[in-house]
């Protein structure tokens, strides 16, 4: 059997930003977008995932972040991209809509774009940003896959209800939306979210289907 290679999170350099569709970097190869309202611990996420302390700033006034923020594994072609947060940002009404605006151009649009990983905040999960965002990307055919973070924050019992309780929300739309706990303070999870994202990143599945699952339901819940 042939082993593919797998993504080296690790490497992960800042590439780019850009305020806007045409100044993000050539639409080649294959993307993962990660998103989530300011105070999901998107930031986080994205430094454990890359055993990495400063790869994304952790800023201490959510949603300062205005730009789309490219990081490359080192070759280029695969990239981890940083959507702006929302949520608790305090700007102009005008500010926010550029920023709409924006955001919507680069998921509408981006070729690459491959998956998108949907960072909530466990204790309150499927705010009103949350679920525009989850029906965009079901009825664009987008797969998603959402991120439970700060799963330390609750006892065992209590996470998992949260999450079998999303599954069943999400039940409809199983095969684009998958859902997971995390805990970037307890590394939690780590195994079954690098799955996803080298699964999505693999440039070899170009014509497959970039949803088939990598990892089932029982294994990402024995991960978590």
């Given at each position: 059997m042939?082993v593919k ?9 800042f590439l ?5 569709l045409?100044?993000?970097p050539?639409?080649?190869g294959?993307?993962v977008?990660?998103?989530g309202?300011s105070?999901?611990?998107k930031s ?5 995932l ?10 201490k006034t959510?949603g300062?972040?205005?730009l789309?923020?490219?990081?490359t594994?080192g070759?280029m072609?695969?990239r ?5 947060g929302?949520g608790?940002a305090?700007?102009a ?5 550029d920023w709409?605006?924006?955001l ?13 990983v ?6 309150h ?7 525009d965002?989850l029906?965009?990307?079901?009825a664009s055919?987008l797969?998603?896959h ?6 330390d924050?609750?006892k065992r019992g209590?996470a998992q209800?949260?999450?079998l309780q ?6 409809g739309?199983a095969?684009?939306?998958?859902v997971?706990l995390?805990s970037s303070?307890?590394?939690?999870g780590i195994e079954?979210l ?9 440039l070899?599945e170009?014509?497959?289907?970039p949803?088939s ?11 978590d």
């Amino acid at each position: 059997m042939t082993v593919k290679p797998t993504v080296n999170f690790h490497q992960a350099r800042f590439l780019t930003s850009a305020a806007k569709l045409t100044q993000c970097p050539p639409d080649i190869g294959a993307e993962v977008a990660f998103a989530g309202r300011s105070n999901a611990g998107k930031s986080s996420a994205l430094n454990t995932l890359a055993q990495q302390t400063k790869l994304a700033r952790i800023s201490k006034t959510p949603g300062r972040t205005q730009l789309i923020n490219f990081f490359t594994m080192g070759n280029m072609v695969q990239r981890i991209v940083d959507l702006p947060g929302y949520g608790f940002a305090r700007v102009a009404k005008t500010t926010k809509a550029d920023w709409d605006q924006h955001l919507e151009e680069y998921l509408q649009k981006r070729q690459s774009l491959r998956g998108l990983v949907l960072l909530m905040d466990i204790r309150h999960p499927l705010k009103e940003f949350d679920v525009d965002m989850l029906d965009w990307a079901v009825a664009s055919g987008l797969p998603c896959h959402i991120l439970l973070t700060k799963a330390d924050k609750l006892k065992r019992g209590a996470a998992q209800a949260t999450l079998l309780q999303i599954r069943k929300d999400m039940a409809g739309s199983a095969d684009l939306v998958s859902v997971q706990l995390f805990s970037s303070l307890k590394k939690q999870g780590i195994e079954v979210l690098s799955a996803k994202i080298n699964q999505w990143l693999d440039l070899s599945e170009a014509d497959a289907d970039p949803d088939s699952p990598a990892v089932s339901d029982e294994d990402q819940i024995a991960a978590d």
